[in-house]
T-cell receptor
């Protein structure tokens, strides 16, 4: 099976712009979670989607949003970019079945805000 | 909310020796504890996980132990090899793995 894929892998934006990142989960996986990774704050949970509904949310401002499509693919959007949004954005998918809730991560999208 | 502390932040061991990384968690309701390995330019890769109904789990050279009373869990890597060099993260969650809280990571270096 193909792993979690994320596009694009690298992105450079300027302050004030908005950005959309895409994630395709492992085939058959229905839960998609997003994390932000920075040297200072480490790995932090953004939100999780299951069956097109946001089920869990972390402590990030409303500028960070996401959605999930009927095929389980997910996108996250960051509006009004700030310098501090520069980070590696990771997507993870899981099967969402009893005893099979392990999260598998994609390679990430490296976002640089100038 | 949950808080996970991970130590040490860096660890250097000789090839063939053992490495131990420790994590403590704050929320006694947490019941799932995975460990991830992250190599440069890649996403975290699950290497082993343990649930709160188990005290120890082993997979070849890797083992994880869990002490629910003390709220800490540890990763043990035996017979270390150069390819074990990476950053290792512990995590904790409750009610499934969808909202993982991660430790700050340990940079493990295996010296030949």
């Amino acid at each position: 099976k193909a792993g979690v894929t994320q596009t694009p892998r690298y992105l450079i934006k300027t302050r004030g712009q908005q950005v959309t990142l895409s994630c395709s989960p492992i085939s058959g996986h229905r839960s998609v979670s997003w994390y932000q990774q920075t040297p200072g704050q480490g790995l932090q949970f953004l939100f999780e989607y299951f069956s097109e509904t946001q089920r869990n949310k972390g402590n990030f401002p409303g500028r960070f949003s996401g959605r999930q499509f009927s095929n389980s693919r997910s996108e996250m959007n960051v509006s009004t970019l700030e310098l501090g949004d520069s980070a590696l954005y990771l997507c993870a998918s899981s099967l969402e079945a009893v005893g099979s809730d392990t999260q598998y991560f994609g390679p990430g999208t490296r976002l640089t805000v100038l | 909310g949950e808080n996970v502390e991970q130590h040490p932040s860096t660890l250097s061991v000789q090839e063939g020796d053992s490495a131990v990384i420790k994590c403590t968690y704050s929320d006694s309701a947490s019941n799932y504890f995975p460990w991830y390995k992250q190599e440069l330019g890649k996403g975290p890769q699950l290497i082993i996980d343990i649930r709160s109904n188990v005290g120890e789990k082993k997979d070849q050279r890797i083992a994880v132990t869990l002490n629910k009373t003390a709220k800490h869990f540890s990763l043990h890597i035996t017979e270390t090899q150069p390819e074990d060099s990476a950053v290792y993260f512990c995590a904790a969650s409750k009610g499934g793995a969808q909202k993982l809280v991660f430790g700050q990571g340990t940079r493990l270096t295996i010296n030949p």
